[in-house]
């Protein structure tokens, strides 16, 4: 009894033994208390391990960080330095400024492989990310640009790419006659042994579609998109592609620095401890803002990705088969401009993503004006090109939002945008959601900036009845004086709008006026009201806080406020609507 008591005893002990051992080898071991909260956070909201996802390390270097190194680059531009370039080569410069936009005489004699501030936040060096991040084709659509600035982009990414991510760069060459861009170019990316390509268009067809076509043709996992005149910054892949790989409906988009169109510094664009994020405003001009505090409470670390309502264009990372899947860009868009909001209304409408990622930084040279004409492609349909392509995009993608646009770009309503029909049957297909959800849920803080715009009351040519002249912005930047020239009914500068609430407005200009001055300037963020009203039986417009009106003095073709008075020839104006011919 008591044998087998003690048998019994000892047969228990020994399972309870074997337990123990089972569940302590079993037990996960301890862990810093960074990582069991990263995990926390991890089991809320997805499935993913800790392996599979990026991990903050406070200060263990982050496992794709470049060893830092003490050797100091010495040249011009060299450390992103500005360089003003040889005075003998002045006159020379005038004329690669006309031709491209920027001065390539500086470009050129600054070395390919030039060093670059590092101006990341600090906590970017301490992030690990996943070791498979997924392959990524680098695609450059280029028409007519430098010889220097293009393989600088080209250099900068071999450069600073963990290889084993750089599936390849894809070039395409948009039609560009450059003798440099043919022959030239293929000559020397032989040295890349394939990993550079070069594919050329066999007609002009614009940014949008060569970036498509880019897309088709490559073969990576991620497409990332650059312009033909960037720097890529230390480290910047794979945050760009860590998100795409926890999430392949995400598109990810660096911060883009400026680098000098004369110098060729390389200089943050934003400055101070805070981030932005890209919207628009009513006329789809694309614009950014401060990141609201609702989406920065949603994160630990300043330096992870944020979410944001669209993108400047140029600079961006997707999963290219998703890409393909959400129809890439709409075909029917020429040239430049709008696909940027084409895109990202895609994308958010249909279950997809889109974040800024601050640990990953390229620099984008600015131009101040397109060195290039839009060509043949111009010239297709009526109405100026880039309003064109914003009208498909509104009307395929902002439901009744659409109507703000018009208020904003009242010419645009008379466009005509081509078949709109499988942007529809896209949409349909893919089951996206509304623009108001899109409004309300992602680019909420666009009405912060840009309230929903009142009707306008009158909109068109403004003409003085006394010299038959009309209100012109003459193209000038903000703040300037409101002109007047011969009234050419086609539009363009010369397209005023009044709103129920007063607003005197043209583009995203306001007319303001005091005693001296009658000035453009652009229209105070947050507000659409102003101080005008218009008498149609008078045909006076007066402004209500000076209790004055509008007057011309023919003699010197200068506006003023004056006191109002009926019989006063300079105070009557005709607003006239005007018709796409
Ligand atoms: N581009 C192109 N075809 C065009 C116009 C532009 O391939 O018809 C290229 C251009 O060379 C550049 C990119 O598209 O690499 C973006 O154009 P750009 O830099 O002029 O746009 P921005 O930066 O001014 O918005
Ligand atoms: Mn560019």
Same mark, same amino acid.
């Given at each position: 009894m008591l044998l087998l008591r003690r048998g019994r005893l000892l047969k228990v002990s020994l399972l309870i033994i074997i337990l123990i051992l089972t569940v302590a080898f079993f037990m996960p071991k301890p862990k810093s208390q960074e990582v069991e909260q990263q995990e926390k956070l991890i089991k809320k909201d997805t499935h993913l391990s800790l392996k599979q996802r990026p991990i903050y390390k406070e200060g263990i270097l982050g496992n794709f960080e470049p060893v830092p190194s003490n050797t100091v680059r010495e040249g011009p531009g060299e450390g992103g330095k500005p360089y003003a370039g040889r005075g003998e080569d002045q006159n020379e410069v005038a004329s690669v400024m006309m031709e491209y936009g920027m001065n390539m005489v500086v470009s050129n004699q600054v070395t390919l492989d030039r060093s670059i501030p590092d101006i990341r936040h600090e906590e970017c060096r301490y992030w690990h990310y996943p070791e498979n991040l997924p392959s990524t084709s680098v695609v450059i659509v280029f028409h007519n640009e430098g010889w220097s600035t293009l393989l600088r982009t080209i250099h900068s990414v071999l450069n600073r790419s963990p290889p084993q991510f750089l599936k390849e760069v894809v070039l395409v060459d948009? +039609?560009? +006659?450059?003798?440099?861009?043919k022959g030239q170019l293929e000559d020397y990316i032989r040295q890349f042994k394939g990993k550079v390509r070069l594919l050329h268009n066999k007609q002009r067809e614009g940014l949008i579609r060569s970036r498509t076509f880019g897309a088709q043709e490559s073969k990576g996992d991620v497409v990332l998109f650059l312009d033909a005149h960037c720097e890529v910054n230390t480290n910047w892949l794979p945050p760009l592609l860590a998100p795409i790989y926890m999430n392949n409906t995400v598109m990810t988009v660096p911060v883009i620095d400026g680098i000098d169109k004369d110098t060729f510094e390389y200089r943050p664009v934003y400055r101070g401890n805070t981030h932005f994020r890209g919207i628009f405003e009513w006329g789809m001009l694309y614009k950014e803002t401060e990141i609201p505090e609702e989406e920065m409470k949603e994160r630990k670390y300043f330096s992870e990705p944020y979410k944001s309502p669209t993108h400047a264009g140029g600079l961006f990372a997707i999963n290219r088969k998703y890409f393909l899947k959400i129809g890439a860009y709409d075909p029917g868009l020429l040239v430049w401009g709008g696909e940027n909001f084409e895109l990202s209304f895609k994308i958010w409408q249909c279950g997809g993503s889109i974040v800024w990622v601050p640990c990953s930084r390229v620099g984008h040279v600015y131009r101040g004006f397109m060195p290039y004409t839009f060509g043949k492609l111009a010239q297709k349909r009526k109405g100026p090109l880039v309003t064109l392509n914003y009208k498909r995009v509104v009307e395929v993608w902002m439901d009744e939002y659409k109507e703000y646009f018009y208020t904003r770009e009242p010419m645009a309503r008379q466009y005509d945008a081509g078949d709109l029909s499988e942007q529809f049957d896209l949409r349909e297909k893919l089951q996206c959601k509304d623009f108001k959800w899109y409004m309300d849920n992602v680019a909420y803080d666009v009405l912060y900036k840009f309230p929903l715009l009142p009707k306008n009351l009158y909109w068109g040519e403004v003409r003085s009845m006394l010299t038959s002249h009309c209100l012109d912005t003459m193209g000038s930047q903000p703040p300037s004086s409101v002109g007047l020239s011969h009234c050419h009914g086609s539009g363009g500068n010369q397209v005023f709008r009044l709103n129920e609430e007063g607003q005197l407005g043209v583009g995203e200009r306001c007319i303001e006026g005091d005693m001296h001055h009658i000035k453009l300037v652009f229209c105070r963020l947050g507000t659409v009201d102003g101080p005008w009203q218009y008498d149609a039986n008078t045909k006076m417009l007066h402004h209500r806080h000076h209790q004055k009106c509008l007057q011309l003095t023919p003699q010197s073709s200068q506006l003023h406020l004056q006191e109002c008075k009926e019989e006063e020839g300079g105070q009557k104006w005709i607003f006239r609507e005007l018709k796409v011919v």
């Amino acid at each position: 009894m008591l044998l087998l008591r003690r048998g019994r005893l000892l047969k228990v002990s020994l399972l309870i033994i074997i337990l123990i051992l089972t569940v302590a080898f079993f037990m996960p071991k301890p862990k810093s208390q960074e990582v069991e909260q990263q995990e926390k956070l991890i089991k809320k909201d997805t499935h993913l391990s800790l392996k599979q996802r990026p991990i903050y390390k406070e200060g263990i270097l982050g496992n794709f960080e470049p060893v830092p190194s003490n050797t100091v680059r010495e040249g011009p531009g060299e450390g992103g330095k500005p360089y003003a370039g040889r005075g003998e080569d002045q006159n020379e410069v005038a004329s690669v400024m006309m031709e491209y936009g920027m001065n390539m005489v500086v470009s050129n004699q600054v070395t390919l492989d030039r060093s670059i501030p590092d101006i990341r936040h600090e906590e970017c060096r301490y992030w690990h990310y996943p070791e498979n991040l997924p392959s990524t084709s680098v695609v450059i659509v280029f028409h007519n640009e430098g010889w220097s600035t293009l393989l600088r982009t080209i250099h900068s990414v071999l450069n600073r790419s963990p290889p084993q991510f750089l599936k390849e760069v894809v070039l395409v060459d948009d +039609d560009s +006659d450059k003798e440099h861009l043919k022959g030239q170019l293929e000559d020397y990316i032989r040295q890349f042994k394939g990993k550079v390509r070069l594919l050329h268009n066999k007609q002009r067809e614009g940014l949008i579609r060569s970036r498509t076509f880019g897309a088709q043709e490559s073969k990576g996992d991620v497409v990332l998109f650059l312009d033909a005149h960037c720097e890529v910054n230390t480290n910047w892949l794979p945050p760009l592609l860590a998100p795409i790989y926890m999430n392949n409906t995400v598109m990810t988009v660096p911060v883009i620095d400026g680098i000098d169109k004369d110098t060729f510094e390389y200089r943050p664009v934003y400055r101070g401890n805070t981030h932005f994020r890209g919207i628009f405003e009513w006329g789809m001009l694309y614009k950014e803002t401060e990141i609201p505090e609702e989406e920065m409470k949603e994160r630990k670390y300043f330096s992870e990705p944020y979410k944001s309502p669209t993108h400047a264009g140029g600079l961006f990372a997707i999963n290219r088969k998703y890409f393909l899947k959400i129809g890439a860009y709409d075909p029917g868009l020429l040239v430049w401009g709008g696909e940027n909001f084409e895109l990202s209304f895609k994308i958010w409408q249909c279950g997809g993503s889109i974040v800024w990622v601050p640990c990953s930084r390229v620099g984008h040279v600015y131009r101040g004006f397109m060195p290039y004409t839009f060509g043949k492609l111009a010239q297709k349909r009526k109405g100026p090109l880039v309003t064109l392509n914003y009208k498909r995009v509104v009307e395929v993608w902002m439901d009744e939002y659409k109507e703000y646009f018009y208020t904003r770009e009242p010419m645009a309503r008379q466009y005509d945008a081509g078949d709109l029909s499988e942007q529809f049957d896209l949409r349909e297909k893919l089951q996206c959601k509304d623009f108001k959800w899109y409004m309300d849920n992602v680019a909420y803080d666009v009405l912060y900036k840009f309230p929903l715009l009142p009707k306008n009351l009158y909109w068109g040519e403004v003409r003085s009845m006394l010299t038959s002249h009309c209100l012109d912005t003459m193209g000038s930047q903000p703040p300037s004086s409101v002109g007047l020239s011969h009234c050419h009914g086609s539009g363009g500068n010369q397209v005023f709008r009044l709103n129920e609430e007063g607003q005197l407005g043209v583009g995203e200009r306001c007319i303001e006026g005091d005693m001296h001055h009658i000035k453009l300037v652009f229209c105070r963020l947050g507000t659409v009201d102003g101080p005008w009203q218009y008498d149609a039986n008078t045909k006076m417009l007066h402004h209500r806080h000076h209790q004055k009106c509008l007057q011309l003095t023919p003699q010197s073709s200068q506006l003023h406020l004056q006191e109002c008075k009926e019989e006063e020839g300079g105070q009557k104006w005709i607003f006239r609507e005007l018709k796409v011919v």
